[in-house]
């Protein structure tokens, strides 16, 4: 059965100090590993889509990489405004596009 | 110049009414898709259709049943609402099966 874990779960950084979260992945013949931003009350937001393990992507304060097991987004010099829940998910054969649980970030100032 | 919309945003009923929910995209996309997400934030895939053919039924109750007018609309009727459909319900396109989803801002539902 596909899977997608991430971890940590949550995660408190003060601003300016990087981290990196993880996404795991099992999905069947991927064709695409995506990461998302959700903001409270509102829909998941694309930021990054990944289809071949060493591919990077970058974004403002935003870096995805992809291996043939997971997934990073590493997060350089955060700032408050980067406090969201981000959500990677997995699309393979068979229409399947599962997402992991989340990581809940909190950028303190 | 919204690009997936959803309506309602907020909708509160009584267990064993039946309900819908709207959604619109105008990004010109083959394929839409409803999400549930529940307290815990989960977001689970419950219907996909691509060119108003319906590609996946997760298990989800009958209860649920998706219509696609056309390609740009995908709605969700609810029939027979109970506690447990409290959630959050998201309605997502993409340019085809397997590409980036654009998700709409939800609809909260809360079943009394």
């Known amino acids: 059965e596909d899977q997608v874990t991430q971890s940590p779960e949550a995660l408190r950084l003060q601003e300016g100090e990087s981290s990196s979260l993880n996404c795991s992945y099992t999905?069947?013949?991927?064709?695409?590993l995506f990461w998302y931003r959700q903001d409270p009350g509102k829909g998941p937001e694309f930021l990054f889509t990944?289809?071949?393990a060493g591919e990077e992507k970058e974004k403002e304060r935003l870096k995805a990489t992809l291996t043939k097991k997971e997934s990073f987004l590493h997060i350089t010099a955060p700032k408050p405004e980067d406090s969201a829940t981000y959500l990677c998910?997995?699309?393979?054969?068979?229409?399947?596009?599962?997402f992991g649980p989340g990581t809940r970030l909190s950028v303190l100032p | 110049d919204t690009a997936v919309s959803q309506t309602p945003k907020y909708l509160v009923t009584q267990m064993g009414n039946d309900k819908s929910i709207k959604c619109e995209q105008n990004?010109?996309?083959?394929?839409m898709y409803w999400y549930k997400q529940d307290s815990k934030k989960f977001l689970k895939i419950m219907f996909s259709?691509?060119?108003?053919?319906?590609?996946i039924n997760e298990t989800v109750p009958n209860r649920f049943s998706p219509k696609s007018p056309d390609k740009a609309h995908l709605n969700l009727h609810i029939n027979s609402l109970e506690l447990g459909d409290s959630a959050v319900y998201f309605c997502?396109?993409?340019?085809?099966?397997?590409?980036?989803?654009?998700f709409g801002p939800g609809t909260r539902l809360l079943v009394l």
């Open positions: 997502a396109s993409s340019p085809g099966l397997q590409e980036t989803q654009y």
């Open positions: 999905v069947s013949g991927l064709r695409g």
């Open positions: 990944l289809y071949s």
């Open positions: 998910a997995g699309g393979g054969y068979g229409q399947n596009f599962v």
């Open positions: 990004l010109g996309h083959d394929t």
């Open positions: 259709y691509n060119n108003k053919e319906l590609i």
